[in-house]
């Protein structure tokens, strides 16, 4: 995409620390326009957090071969080394966590965390920085906010740990936050009021986002285009609407299919996709959905299906999308 | 409707909290507080609520995992505990299944011997527990050939979850705990292991207290529905009563957080604020006030008693008491 913040072409990751290797990315290409939200939707192991931390560079460097390109506001990640690559962190994109105490260290205060992260980037006066935690904390909504810079992080309550992560991440006025599954961990209750929050940041700060989840309702709730992954691919990518409401993948299909909503008519069983997500570290050939797959010919495990494009700035990687029924 | 095969009444828990030099407990932590409910047979009872609420401890209490601070069960009219129904005979009807299928099994038994083992403890012959445990198997949709033998490692978290279902059947008990059974399951193997349970129940004729944080889940599941609150039942009623019209603002802020799967009718407003509070020193009163849109003097001041607004359907709101002395509360009745 042309001027695109965020392109991430052909990333292959693979860890090589183990007996065999494990290719947890295994060609993913996203790219994100400034001030877009694409969330990352998929079960567990099926390489949302790799891909995110491939784009901060985080994953051990002697056991992980990465393979591919990351351009970010027009720096080629893959290349940074030394200074240039912690000025990238925290400044151009940012990261925050399903726990906060990932990002926040426990020994000292909220305030002097982020006057710490904005005085390691730029040429400012610690009252400067100061003054500036302070709007933050009071931009994520924390009460009191003056008295919040002196707590320590485990004084918070979960929701405001939240916020205060959230605070962190933005303190040196990123373009691109990476939200890995910030309120997986939430009640209900709470998570509602900071993905209304995030959502708020990001229109008013223009920030492009990718939103890493498990849980459709929640990608719904915040994204402009959902990207599935399966296995370690994008599986299928659109907007928002498109894909959950003509899905091309059946993977994404069955999904939606097999959710619980409503009430049960009495007798009446889910929908269900038969068998378990696949072990990375032995994948079947082809298109790894196809041992789960009802659709499923010999052509789809024999290679792995390029992305086929199913309408407009949308497209599965499926070579059966057509006899997918389409929903009522 | 018939008496209930199982009554809850006035269950507290408390823990420690913090301790002075002496181990005394200086704090504790008001887990379950003064909870009521009855299970009737055949049916499946959801629970709802936040972390921490105290949905795992009610259900640890119902097995005996942890001793109440106070409180009665009864089962069939008997005293739970008692010379009438000792817990070991109790224990027999009652069978819990975990959120975490791994750390629930022994690593170091195959899945047909983990299954075995509880009718082995209670006398029952090898080979009879074992072509037992291989029928249960096969039951819960593991072919006794493939999986007999395996370890728990060597299954997914799935198949894990179906053979501590077929582990807490061996006993043919009556009622199934099942707390958060499918939350660590992937998303795609979550409906398989759902549809499993509705098959037993009807299969085994089973009642089910089904505990689950997923609102979606809970209301496809559960005929009826308890909401807790920081320790306490705050309603409890028919599943689509509660769903369609609560009473309690706490569960009507609960349903209101659930997302809504339409792009085009997304949340535009936090139906509350804030977390939950620390159940040290939880709030005076009603547990709820703080966070509650509707609450005024007497919610801080005293604690509302569950009162029936509808048949099998309660709440535990000033709002809903007569002459509680909450402007919206009804008149006390002449
Ligand atoms: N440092 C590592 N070394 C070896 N394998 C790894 C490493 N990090 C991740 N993996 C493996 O890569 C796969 C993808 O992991 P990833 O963390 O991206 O999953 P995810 O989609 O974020 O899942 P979840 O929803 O559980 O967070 C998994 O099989 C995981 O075990
Ligand atoms: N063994 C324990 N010691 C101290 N506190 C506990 C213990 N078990 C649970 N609690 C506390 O009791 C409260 C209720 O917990 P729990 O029943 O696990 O909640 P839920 O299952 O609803 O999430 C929580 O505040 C929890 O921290
Ligand atoms: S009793 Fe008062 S505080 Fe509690 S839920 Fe009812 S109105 Fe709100
Ligand atoms: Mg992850
Ligand atoms: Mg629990």
Same mark, same amino acid.
């Given at each position: 995409?042309? %001027?695109?913040?965020?392109?991430?072409?052909?990333?292959?990751?693979? @860890?090589? %620390?183990?007996?065999?290797?494990?290719?947890?990315?295994?060609?993913?290409?996203?790219?994100?326009?400034? %001030?877009?939200?694409?969330?990352?939707? %998929?079960? #567990?192991? &099926?390489?949302?957090?790799?891909?995110?931390? #491939?784009?901060?560079?985080?994953?051990?460097?002697?056991?992980?071969?990465?393979?591919?390109?990351?351009?970010?506001?027009?720096?080629?990640?893959? &290349?940074? &080394?030394?200074?240039?690559? #912690?000025? @990238?962190?925290?400044r151009v994109a940012s990261m925050i966590f399903q726990e906060p105490m990932l990002a926040l260290d426990p020994v000292y205060t909220l305030g002097d965390q982020i006057v710490e992260a904005i005085l390691r980037h730029e040429q400012v006066t610690a009252r400067e920085a100061r003054a500036r935690a302070l709007r933050l904390f009071e931009h994520v909504r924390i009460p009191s906010p003056e008295r919040r810079l002196d707590s320590y992080p485990h004084e918070l309550s979960g929701g405001m740990r939240q916020r205060a992560m959230i605070a962190l991440a933005l303190a040196c006025n990123p373009k691109l936050l990476l939200a890995d599954e910030p309120t997986t961990a939430l009640d209900a209750t709470v998570q509602v009021q900071i993905l209304l929050l995030l959502r708020e940041l990001q229109r008013e700060l223009g920030l492009a986002m990718v939103f890493v989840t498990h849980d459709i309702s929640v990608a719904v709730e915040v994204a402009d285009r959902i990207a599935v992954m399966y296995a370690g691919r994008i599986v299928e990518i659109g907007a928002v609407r498109d894909v959950i409401r003509t899905p091309r993948h059946p993977y994404t299909a069955g999904l939606l299919a097999t959710r619980a909503h409503g009430g049960r008519l009495s007798g009446r069983r889910l929908a269900t996709i038969p068998g378990s997500p696949p072990d990375l570290a032995d994948l079947p050939p082809g298109c790894a959905f196809a041992p789960r797959c009802a659709l499923a010919v010999d052509a789809c495990r024999a290679a792995a299906p390029e992305p086929v494009e199913v309408g407009a700035g949308h497209t599965a990687r499926c070579i059966r999308a057509e006899r997918l029924p389409t929903p009522a | 409707m018939s008496a209930p095969l199982l009554e809850v009444r006035g269950l507290v828990k408390t823990f420690p909290a913090r301790r002075d030099l002496f181990g005394r407990a200086t704090s504790v932590v008001s /887990?379950?507080?003064?909870?009521?409910?009855?299970?009737?047979?055949?049916?499946?009872?959801?629970?709802?609520?936040?972390?921490?609420?105290? =949905?795992?401890?009610?259900?640890?209490?119902?097995?005996?995992?942890?001793?109440?601070?106070?409180?009665?069960?009864?089962?069939?009219?008997?005293?739970?505990?008692?010379?009438?129904?000792?817990? =070991?005979?109790?224990?027999?009807?009652?069978?819990?299944?975990?959120?975490?299928?791994?750390?629930?099994?022994? !690593?170091?038994?195959?899945?047909?011997?983990?299954?075995?083992?509880? !009718?082995?403890?209670?006398?029952?012959?090898?080979?009879? /527990?074992?072509?037992? /445990?291989?029928e249960l198997l096969a039951r819960v949709g593991l072919e006794p050939a493939r999986f007999a033998g395996r370890f728990p490692h060597e299954l997914s978290g799935g198949q894990r979850q179906r053979v501590n279902i077929a582990r807490a059947l061996a006993l043919q008990p009556r009622v199934l705990v099942l707390d958060e059974p499918v939350s660590a399951l992937? =998303?795609?193997?979550?409906?398989?292991?759902?549809?499993?349970?509705?098959?037993?129940?009807?299969?085994?004729?089973?009642?089910?207290?089904?505990?689950?944080?997923?609102?979606?889940?809970?209301?496809?599941?559960?005929?009826?529905?308890?909401?807790?609150?920081?320790?306490?039942?705050?309603?409890?009623?028919?599943?689509?009563?509660?769903?369609?019209a609560s009473r309690h603002p706490y569960t009507t802020a609960l349903l209101a957080s659930m997302l809504s799967m339409d792009p085009d009718r997304r949340t535009e407003a936090a139906p509350i604020s804030g977390d !939950?509070?620390?159940?040290?020193? !939880?709030?005076?009163?009603?547990?709820?006030?703080?966070?509650?849109?509707?609450a005024e003097d007497v919610c801080a001041r005293r604690a509302p008693a569950p009162t029936a607004i509808a048949p099998g359907h309660a709440v535990a709101c000033h709002m809903s008491v007569a002459g509680s002395g909450h402007s919206r509360a009804p008149a006390r009745a002449a």
């Open positions: 995409m042309n %001027g695109a913040l965020l392109e991430i072409r052909g990333l292959r990751v693979t @860890f090589t %620390g183990g007996a065999r290797p494990v290719r947890a990315v295994d060609g993913v290409d996203l790219a994100l326009a400034r %001030g877009e939200v694409v969330a990352l939707l %998929g079960e #567990s192991g &099926s390489g949302k957090t790799v891909t995110l931390r #491939s784009v901060l560079r985080l994953h051990p460097e002697d056991r992980t071969r990465i393979e591919g390109a990351i351009r970010v506001d027009g720096v080629d990640v893959l &290349s940074l &080394s030394g200074e240039a690559l #912690s000025d @990238f962190r925290g | /887990a379950v507080d003064g909870v009521d409910f009855d299970l009737y047979e055949g049916e499946t009872l959801g629970v709802v609520g936040e972390s921490g609420c105290g =949905k795992s401890t009610t259900a640890r209490l119902l097995l005996h995992l942890l001793d109440a601070t106070a409180g009665t069960i009864r089962f069939e009219g008997r005293t739970v505990g008692s010379r009438e129904l000792p817990w =070991k005979a109790f224990r027999r009807q009652v069978q819990i299944v975990f959120q975490d299928s791994y750390a629930s099994l022994n !690593p170091r038994l195959t899945v047909a011997e983990s299954v075995a083992f509880g !009718p082995r403890v209670h006398g029952v012959p090898r080979a009879e /527990a074992e072509a037992r /445990a291989h992937d =998303k795609s193997v979550e409906a398989q292991v759902l549809n499993l349970l509705l098959d037993l129940k009807d299969a085994f004729r089973l009642t089910y207290l089904f505990i689950s944080h997923d609102l979606e889940v809970v209301r496809y599941m559960s005929d009826r529905v308890l909401v807790m609150y920081l320790g306490r039942v705050a309603e409890i009623g028919p599943t689509e009563e509660i769903y369609r !939950p509070p620390n159940p040290i020193d !939880p709030p005076p009163g009603c547990r709820f006030h703080t966070r509650c849109a509707f």
